[in-house]
């Protein structure tokens, strides 16, 4: 079945640093979202791709999705205190009885140090 | 304020017993989830619902029982029968079902942790 991966598992980094996430599916995505657990909270939406090589910038997040669409990545540029958490990518699958079922890979865990 | 709510935000059992964590939504939402998340891991799909009285097992369906009989509420039921029932269990609501032309965002609520001893 299909698999999505998330790479690194674990990230520390000094605040001011910048951080890259990424995704990697088994599978051709026809859209890809993220999400942000802060620590002992539950994941919130931060935002959908769909289109082959897409790049959507929140702030100082950039995401990007791969050309063949089955990867994707999260840039954070001068990371924050505030961005620390566990970042979530998630596909849909496809197909018959898959038909409503999202993958979410198993995330990674930003630590920041101030 | 609208929203998913789900309750109790802890919850102890002792092992053998059932135990029925609640979801509430007031998003109007047509379709909600049941994700399960251990340390380390990502969520993983219990049951989810398109629709009222309509529900679809997820990947780890086994142990757990649910009942959709109105838009608004999704409850899970852990049954002695599930293994390993100590986990942080998270439910989501959507407009509609993922699917494969178009996704939809997901919302979550607190999410109930449960230990079972």
């Known amino acids: 079945g299909q698999q999505v991966m998330q790479i690194p598992q674990y990230q520390h980094v000094q605040e001011g640093e910048d951080f890259t996430t990424y995704c990697n599916s088994s599978?051709?995505?026809?859209?890809i979202q993220w999400y942000k657990q802060r620590p002992g909270g539950h994941p919130v939406f931060l935002i959908q791709?769909?289109?082959?090589?897409e790049v959507k910038k929140q702030k100082r997040l950039t995401f990007q999705f791969g050309e063949a669409k089955k990867n994707s990545s999260l840039h954070i540029t001068a990371t924050q205190t505030t961005d620390v958490g566990t970042y979530f990518c998630?596909?849909?699958?496809?197909?018959?009885?898959?038909?409503?079922?999202?993958?979410f890979g198993q995330g990674t865990i930003l630590t920041v140090h101030p | 304020d609208g929203g998913i709510t789900q309750s109790p935000k802890y919850l102890f059992r002792k092992e053998g017993q059932n135990v029925t964590l609640s979801c509430e939504q007031n998003?109007?939402?047509?379709?909600m989830y049941w994700y399960r998340q251990d340390p380390g891991q990502g969520l993983r799909l219990i049951y989810y619902?398109?629709?009222?009285?309509?529900?679809q097992k997820g990947d780890i369906a086994e142990g757990y029982s649910v009942s959709r009989e109105k838009k608004e509420s999704f409850p899970l039921t852990v049954t002695s029968a599930q293994k390993n029932p100590t986990a942080f269990y998270l439910c989501?609501?959507?407009?509609?079902?993922?699917?494969?032309?178009?996704?939809?965002?997901?919302?979550f609520g607190p999410g109930t942790r449960l230990t079972v001893t």
């Open positions: 989501a609501s959507s407009i509609g079902l993922a699917g494969a032309l178009f996704n939809y965002e997901q919302y």
């Open positions: 599978t051709t995505l026809s859209n």
């Open positions: 791709l769909v289109k082959s090589g």
């Open positions: 619902s398109q629709i009222v009285n309509d529900f």
């Open positions: 998003l109007n939402h047509d379709a």
């Open positions: 998630a596909g849909p699958r496809a197909g018959g009885t898959s038909y409503g079922k999202l993958t």
